[in-house]
């Protein structure tokens, strides 16, 4: 089973950048799509980006951190990053991954997620 973990997650000012971290143990992780989603508070749950199980090559984006925001994995390091440019007051949430095993066609559904991590909040400054 397994198990994810955020990081990288702090006070960025608005236009800076910040590299989130998505760790996981357990399990064969390549055999994964992983997510990264966010939640403001009295927001629902929103799609940020995905990578396919096995490919970097293979990359799905939120319209709204299109050309901002890169995800990348690292099957050997057993990680996915989302690094986060010019950051905006509206990207402030606490951001979650999770992994899918459906279909391309699932991934900016949330309810075909699962093995959610802890979260890593993510404060923007004006």
């Known amino acids: 089973q397994v198990r994810l973990i955020e990081s990288g997650g702090g006070l960025v000012q608005a236009g800076g950048s910040l590299r989130l971290s998505c760790a996981a143990s357990g399990g064969t992780f390549s055999n994964y799509g992983v997510g990264w989603f966010r939640q403001a508070p009295g927001k629902e749950r929103e799609f940020v980006a995905a990578?396919?199980?096995?490919?970097?090559?293979?990359?799905y984006y939120a319209d709204s951190v299109k050309g901002r925001f890169t995800i990348s994995r690292d099957n050997a390091a057993n990680t996915v990053d989302l690094q986060m440019n010019n950051v905006k007051a509206e990207d402030a949430a606490i951001y979650y991954c999770a992994v899918n095993t459906g279909p391309v066609s699932t991934y900016r559904n949330p309810q075909h997620y699962r093995n959610w991590g802890q979260g890593t909040q993510v404060i923007v400054s004006s």
């Open positions: 990578v396919k199980r096995d490919s970097n090559s293979v990359l």
